[in-house]
């Protein structure tokens, strides 16, 4: 299981605990759909970010906020940046005279105080979505590793513990169980349907317990009767987050 690293930097001490409280309850509620687990580590200043960054220490989604003492919460994104640390920003301020400026770092959502769950929970199922969408996963076809962005494939079929992966522009066989394929994938985004398929929710046009599942290539792909009702509400719950 993934680990997914959430990082609060506020200089007020207890708005900050906070904060970090409130991303562990976002975080808990979304663990299991995306299949991830996670931690959240809480900073009052720019240089402890800095520090933490500089120590090899991963964070994928930074909540930040715009004014932190008589330091910029931007200049610090800015910084990150220009080093080449990879990690989402969310900006945090209580003016929203700074939004347009925050647009420079190039964040992934704006949260105005005082913070709204559902707002926060919005900014944090954003960037999981974004970082699924730029995974790739590794096959072993033909005696080579090939490397597949997981936003390629659109469904995956096997037949006689033959595995063939559907991808936008070609297909391929696989030397892999079907369990082990399905590991590599984000739980909440690929679903198996059928004892023999799993697709891609991303990828689906419409649906029915007659017809089965209709994809974007259009492609059809049969819905098992014991896999339909928790592929509805997976479905759903992938829409929902998006």
């Known amino acids: 299981m993934a680990v997914y690293s959430i990082a609060v930097c506020d200089d007020d001490r207890e708005f900050a605990e906070n904060m970090g409280e409130m991303c562990r309850e976002a975080a808990e509620k979304l663990k299991d759909s995306h299949g991830i687990s996670f931690t959240v580590a809480v900073y009052n200043s720019f240089d402890d970010v800095l520090r933490e960054f500089a120590n090899g220490r991963k964070i994928d989604l930074l909540f930040l906020d715009i004014m932190l003492g008589q330091k910029n919460g ?5 910084k990150l940046r220009e080093r080449g640390y990879g990690c989402s920003v969310v900006l945090m301020t209580v003016e929203r005279e700074f939004l347009l400026e925050g647009y420079s770092v190039q964040p992934v959502y704006f949260l105005l105080k005082p913070i709204d769950k559902a707002e926060l929970e919005k900014a944090i199922k954003l960037d999981l979505n974004r970082l699924e969408k730029s995974m790739n996963v590794i096959l072993k076809c033909d005696r080579k590793n090939v490397l597949i962005p997981v936003d390629d494939i659109i469904y995956i079929e096997v037949l006689d513990h033959d595995l063939t992966v559907h991808t936008r522009t070609k297909d391929y066989a696989a030397r892999m169980t079907f369990d082990k394929m399905l590991d590599q994938l984000p739980k909440g985004r690929f679903v198996r349907c059928h004892n023999s398929y799993a697709i ?43």
């Open 74 to 78: 931007i200049e610090l994104a800015k």
């Open 200 to 242: 891609n929710l991303a990828r689906v046009t419409h649906f029915s317990r007659q017809e089965g599942i209709m994809l974007d290539n259009r492609a059809k792909v049969p819905i098992g009767r014991k896999y339909f009702d928790g592929f509805r509400k997976q479905f759903v719950e992938y829409i929902d987050g998006y």
